[in-house]
């Protein structure tokens, strides 16, 4: 992080702590007399976290502050970003999420497999669908059928296909 | 101590029943892949056995539900050294050191270093436990919510202690930890704290999501978005089938000690428990290493002493239990349970009614945890045969495992969301050297601070001195203050 970015970020969090303590105050209100409310705990971690982030600030500018990305890997050095790959695979992983409510844990994970395994390096079809579906089937026997864990099913028609496939599979 | 011996005898004549030794044997398989699943937590393995011993008699029911409880404690370790996925809160040290030996291609090491130590500890607690549970819960009794806060704050020090970043960074991680633990619907008032009018942040953030977003996505997002061009990670897959180091534990029997130590006693702490004493051992240990800088980057002390913490802490946590009826963790008030379901009211006339039964019940713990030497290795062997999967097939499936771990919790979709993102902020993090642990510390200890802090303001009129003025208490305050001082008298001393 740039040393401009770097103090701005730990000013952020002053100005984080400094908020939600103010935010904290009123819950003090319900307190029986004599006693600690429950805002006073929240009050005393962001009194730390302001000073910690005082405390930063001053260490940095006594010492050298970190010009960039610190240290990553084992020896000290840090891997080189792809910044597109790292997009597309935050955004593979947030449309899964958003996805399975929608298309139903079969359908949104088969898809999530199939376009991470891709992001990810794999390139063979058959491996990437063979992965895809056996593992989509093994987990809906292993969660679903063994565990009952009611896995979200989708909306509308999505819905009724996760049931047949269900049935088809012999969960339900 | 004779009639301990005698009394142990006929517990093991017990024990090595087919059934019962099927049970332990049964039980620990449980444990072990409850506890290495992320999301199954050992307490979930423990309540799901529960409802089986119904119709089973006393002794064999116990004896499943130690497995559980001996295996669960360790399971974790496997997924943590091998995926950076902690099973569980209390195998988050190991994690810690463990995964970055498995990258430096020591995962053989780690995995059987993390077996042993295990195994030794919970041995050496189960010993404990038949030996000298009786004196120990009487002075353990003596210690109150006072101590219970300074223990927990001495596993805070070890923040000062974690990997190679500045203390500041640390302390902010810590701190963004425990506010992150504040929100949610407080327990004494019944008061939302920092909900903002979202209505899943009113059950709270549950760790679990911290813990998988932060180790297990974020480490995903590291190796897909710094992968070589050939899709293969710049540090390479390990391969591993883990080797039992006997004789390289002989090193290591200092850690191993002082590990297994911390792990009795702070699991003789009544609601304190094996997570508290995995970071308390792991911060004590560096004061005492000779090696302190390497903390963090795969030391295989610190794994020691955190493992032998973890299992060390089972014989004190159901020294409570079997001698007061008080039982010192979620995990033995499933037990409780189990022995009120057949009838057994645990307690200090146990000893006196019923010693077959308890003698049989520390039999088997010791059995369980020589047992989980060779269980541990062949669960090590089969999650191990993992790490010969292709790169991009394991990292999809290890989100695919995420989604399934955090959505389990609660059923919620909400878990998953806030596990996603705990896992980008956990990359950024990485990428910013602002360090994990203190924050994964922050969100587990946080709670558990705030709660013994407002309990001894209660018992003492808000008297903020009790915490110096109790010896135990003052000691271990002590001991913290010069966990995170220490580094600084150091380098002020030379």
Not at chain 2, 413 to 439: C, H
Not at chain 2, 440 to 457: C, D, H, K, N, R
């Amino acid at each position: 992080m740039a040393p401009r970015a770097h103090v701005a970020a730990l000013l952020g969090g002053v100005l984080a702590a400094g908020l939600l303590f103010a935010a904290a105050r009123p819950l003090d209100a319900v307190a029986s007399p004599g006693q600690l409310g429950p805002g006073f705990w929240p009050r005393l971690v962001l009194i730390g976290l302001a000073l910690a982030c005082v405390l930063k600030l001053v260490t940095d500018r006594r010492g050298a502050p970190e010009a960039g990305p610190a240290a990553g890997g084992i020896d000290g050095t840090v891997p080189a970003v792809s910044v597109a790959r790292l997009g597309s695979t935050i955004a593979s992983i947030l449309a899964y999420v958003l996805a399975a409510p929608l298309l139903g844990f079969p359908l949104a994970t088969v898809g999530f497999i199939v376009l991470f395994m891709l992001l990810a390096g794999a390139r063979r079809a058959p491996g990437i669908a063979a992965t895809a579906v056996v593992g989509t089937v093994v987990l809906l026997y292993s969660f679903v059928k063994l565990v009952y864990l009611p896995f979200p099913k989708g909306a509308g028609a999505f819905e009724r296909v996760t049931l047949v496939l269900y049935r088809a599979l012999g969960i339900f | 101590m004779l009639e301990s011996l005698l009394g142990l005898g006929v517990g093991f004549q017990h024990a090595v029943q087919p059934l019962n030794l099927a049970m332990i044997v049964l039980g620990l398989v449980i444990g072990i892949l409850a506890g290495a699943l992320p999301g199954i937590t050992m307490l979930n393995a423990i309540v799901l056995v529960l409802p089986f011993t119904y119709l089973m008699g006393i002794v064999p029911a116990l004896l499943l539900m130690i497995g559980v409880y001996c295996g669960g404690v360790f399971g974790g370790s496997i997924t943590g050294i091998l995926f950076n996925i902690p099973g569980d809160p209390m195998n988050v040290p190991t994690t810690w050191e463990g995964y970055r030996l498995s990258q430096q291609g020591q995962t053989q090491y780690a995995l059987g270093l993390a077996i042993m130590s295990s195994a030794v500890g919970g041995l050496v607690s189960a010993l404990f436990l038949a030996f000298f549970a009786p004196p120990f819960a009487r002075f353990a009794l003596t210690l109150s919510s006072v101590e219970f806060f300074s223990v927990v704050v001495f596993g805070l020090a070890g923040v000062a202690v974690l990997g190679r970043s500045s203390l500041p960074a640390a302390l902010i991680s810590m701190f963004a930890g425990m506010i992150l633990g504040t929100v949610g619907t407080e327990a004494q008032y019944g008061v939302e704290r920092f909900v903002f009018g979202v209505p899943f942040l009113r059950t709270g953030v549950d760790f679990v999501t911290v813990l998988i977003g932060l180790f297990a996505i974020g480490e995903v997002l590291e190796q897909v978005a710094t992968m070589r061009p050939d899709g293969t990670p710049p540090t390479g897959a390990p391969r591993a089938v883990p080797r039992l180091p006997l004789l390289s534990l002989w090193p290591l029997r200092g850690p191993l000690a002082r590990g297994t130590l911390v792990g009795i006693a702070v699991g003789g702490l009544a609601g304190a428990g094996a997570t508290v004493s995995s970071f308390v051992s792991y911060g004590l240990e560096k004061q005492f290493s000779r090696t302190p800088e390497r903390f963090g980057r795969g030391h295989p002390g610190a794994l020691v002493a955190s493992e032998s913490s973890v299992n060390g802490s089972t014989g004190g946590a159901m020294i409570h239990l079997l001698t007061l009826g008080i039982p010192g963790s979620a995990a033995t008030a499933v037990m409780m349970g189990a022995f009120l379901i057949h009838g057994i009211q645990p307690g200090p006339l146990l000893f006196t009614k019923q010693p077959e039964q308890v003698y049989t019940l520390f039999a088997g713990m010791i059995l369980a945890n020589v047992l989980m030497v060779g269980l541990g290795f062949l669960a090590a062997l089969c999650f191990a045969t993992l790490m010969r999967v292709p790169a991009p097939i394991l990292n999809t499936l290890i989100v695919v495992f995420c989604f399934i771990g955090a959505f389990a919790l609660r059923n919620d979709m909400a878990d998953v969301w806030l596990t996603m993102l705990f896992g980008v902020a956990g990359f950024l993090m990485r990428r910013y050297d602002l360090p994990i642990p203190p924050l994964v510390m922050g969100v587990i200890l946080g709670p558990m601070a705030e709660q013994y802090f407002l309990t001894s303001m209660v018992a003492h009129g808000n008297d903020l001195t009790v915490f110096v003025t109790r010896p135990v208490s003052a000691l271990i305050l002590a001991l913290a203050l010069l966990l995170v001082l220490g580094p600084s008298l150091r380098r002020w001393a030379r």
